[in-house]
Structures are given as structure tokens and as C-alpha cells.
């Protein structure tokens, strides 16, 4: 009867280990909401220059980031976003002009097989800069 037992609460405690590994990783929101600490948000524009942009980064079925200098520029996709996989995506931007603006797409492709992994319809470019505490 022990051995049964045994087995049993082996087999819940490696049932229950993918669900607490899980509830420690963190959403796509929280981690937004860690990189925006110390950040308040500006005005939404339709278009960033690509050029001035220095790094990007996805954020989990949410929001791709855009550096430029200090600033982050949020942009929340319209259509899309469920596809975002800040581990495996690679963003493809085909740019007619300098900007890329809320009306653009970017293909997703897998960063180990490169093969089409889907695509982003863009929204509008949140940024968000530092506040100034000291001024308080």
C-alpha cells in the first residue's frame, strides 16, 4: 500500500511542477510594466524614424519596444500581437520611406528555422521617458 501511495503523490507533485513554473514567469504585461517603471507616457504619434531607433525589443504577446536614445516607444499592435515571442521571433520590416508608421506590417519569422512565423498590423508609437524625480 505505501508503494502506491508513494507513486501517487510522486505522479501530482511532477503534474503540479509545469503549473508553479509557469505562475513564475512572468505575462508579457508585467514585464512592460517593469521596463516603463520610473516612465511617464507622451503623446501617441502615427510614425518613429527607423534610423534613430538604436535597439527594439519584443515583449510577449503584447508590445514591441523601440530605444531611441532614452526614450522607449511602445507600440501595441492592432492586429497580431498573439504571435509576439520575444524568445524565437525575428522582426522583418520592409520599409517603403524612412518611418515606420502604425499602417506598416512586420513579418515574424522563427529565429532557429527563419521560416514565416506570422505577422503584426502596427498601432500608434506610445513614448514613455524617464520622470524626473528630483524636480518633485
Known amino acids: 500500500m505505501r508503494p ?3 507513486t501517487i503523490l ?13 505562475k ?3 505575462t508579457g504585461e508585467e514585464k512592460l510594466a517593469r521596463m516603463l517603471e520610473g516612465r511617464a507616457a507622451g503623446e501617441p504619434r502615427d510614425c518613429i524614424t527607423l534610423s ?7 515583449v510577449d504577446k503584447t508590445a514591441i519596444v523601440y530605444r531611441v536614445g532614452s ?7 492592432r492586429g497580431g500581437a498573439e504571435s509576439l515571442d520575444g524568445d524565437d521571433n525575428i522582426l522583418v520590416t520592409k520599409l517603403t520611406g524612412s518611418q ?7 513579418q515574424l519569422h522563427d529565429r532557429n528555422s527563419h521560416m ?10 506610445v513614448p514613455y521617458r524617464k ?3 528630483a524636480a518633485k
Open 71 to 77: 526614450t522607449l516607444w511602445v507600440n501595441r499592435p
Open 100 to 106: 515606420l508608421c502604425s499602417i506598416d506590417t512586420i
Open 10 to 22: 510522486s505522479a501530482a507533485m511532477l503534474a503540479a511542477a509545469p503549473a508553479a513554473v509557469a
Open 4 to 6: 502506491l501511495i508513494a
Open 24 to 26: 513564475d514567469r512572468p
Open 131 to 133: 520622470v524626473d524625480t
Open 52 to 58: 534613430s531607433v538604436t535597439s527594439s525589443q519584443v
Open 116 to 125: 514565416y512565423a506570422g505577422f503584426v498590423s502596427l498601432g500608434e508609437f
